[in-house]
Structure formats: C-alpha cells, structure tokens
C-alpha cells in the first residue's frame, strides 16, 4: 500500500496496522456490550413479570387467608348452638312412668331338663310395648318364680331372701328390651325368707317371670334323679 509521499516503513505498518485491530475489538467490545445491555434488559422485564406473578400469588394468598377469620367466626355460632339444644332436651319432661300394660315379659330356661342338685339357669327380656319411652325401677329386677307344673303351689322366688336391692330407675325406649339372668339352687324359699329351704326332688315344673303385676307365659322344665 502507497501513500502520497511514498511508502510506509514496516514500523508504521504495524503501527497502524495494530490500532486497527484496536478499533475493531473496541468495536466488538461495544456491540457485546450492547447486545448484553439489551439481553439484561430482556430479562429484567421478565424477572418484573415474576415478581409481579409472585406478587399476585401473595395477595391471592393473603386473599385465602383473610377468608379464614369468616370461617373460625361461624365456628363459634355453630358452637354456640350445642348448649341452646342442650338446653332444649334438659327442658324436656322425664319419661312417663311405665305401666304394667306397656310392658311385656318373656322367660326361657337353660335347658329342658336339669338334674336334681344342678342349679337350672332363667333368664327374662322386658319389652316396652307401647309407642312412647317410660320410666320403671328395676333395682331388684323382674323375680323368678317356681311353680309345679299345675300352677297349684309356688316352690321358690328369687325375691324371698332378696329384698334389700338399691331402687335403680331405668328408661326404656319404645320397643326396647332388657335382659335379666337369674339362678336356682332347686331349693324352695318362702316370703321374707322364712322356714327351711328344702331340696325339691325330680319332677316337672314351670318358670314364669314377673314384674309388678306383669307375668310372662310359663316355661316348663324337668329335674331328673
């Protein structure tokens, strides 16, 4: 390369040679540069659009949360209710008292046949037979009692000798059913627990349940020598 006043020497060849490359990468410096600037820009918009993402989240969040008080404040009223409903049943009348019509007796035995010395097992279910709950006192509960098979003379009852039993008021629904359990020794008894009490021999004989005026149906039964 020529210039007017003639040729460079290799010096100022370089020289220029090096500036020029120089500018260039100063150039290149710049547009990196920019093109960075414009880059960071980019995603400064898009770090803006999640914090207001992340924004709207925290009031959508801070939103649930402020709905919570409404709730917990409905809590109480519902709690309130309970003692008002409470206070309801404890207003409402007690049971009316049972009475022998709305009652029903049902005895069964053990087993058919027990042997003479053997402690044949009843047992009973009172039922409310009538359509509203009533009230009775089954402290000492329904009393057994041993007939002969004719019905003509008592042998036991399972009261005679149990008398001191605690009053104890039982409520029982319409339809309900209680059971009760009771044993005998095969001897006889009488009122108060009066006389001897002597073994009953083999034979056949009957149950019945009672409670109050209420009987059940008869069950019969055999003690076998």
Known sequence: MLEPNGPLSPEIYWRRRALAI??????????????????????????????????????????????APSSASSSPSSASATPSATTSAADQP????????????KV????????????????????????????????????????????????????DCNQDDPAEMKTLKAGEQLSYKGTWFGTTSQPQCAGDRLQVPAGAYMVVAQLGAVRSAAEPFNLAS
């Open 94 to 105: 007690a049971a009316q008292p049972c009475s022998d019509q709305s009652l029903a007796l």
């Open 22 to 67: 120089g500018v260039i990468v100063v150039a290149l410096a710049i547009v990196i540069w920019l093109v960075t600037m414009v880059a960071r820009g980019g995603d400064s918009s898009g770090a803006d659009s999640a914090a207001a993402s992340t924004t709207t989240s925290a009031e959508s969040s801070v939103s649930t949360t402020s709905s």
């Open 108 to 159: 069964t035995v053990g087993q058919p046949t027990y042997r003479v010395g053997d402690q044949p097992a009843f047992g009973t279910v009172i039922t409310n037979i009538s359509s509203v709950a009533c009230a009775r006192d089954l402290g000492a509960g329904p009393q057994f009692l041993v007939y002969t098979l004719d019905g003509q003379r008592r042998l036991w009852a399972s009261n």
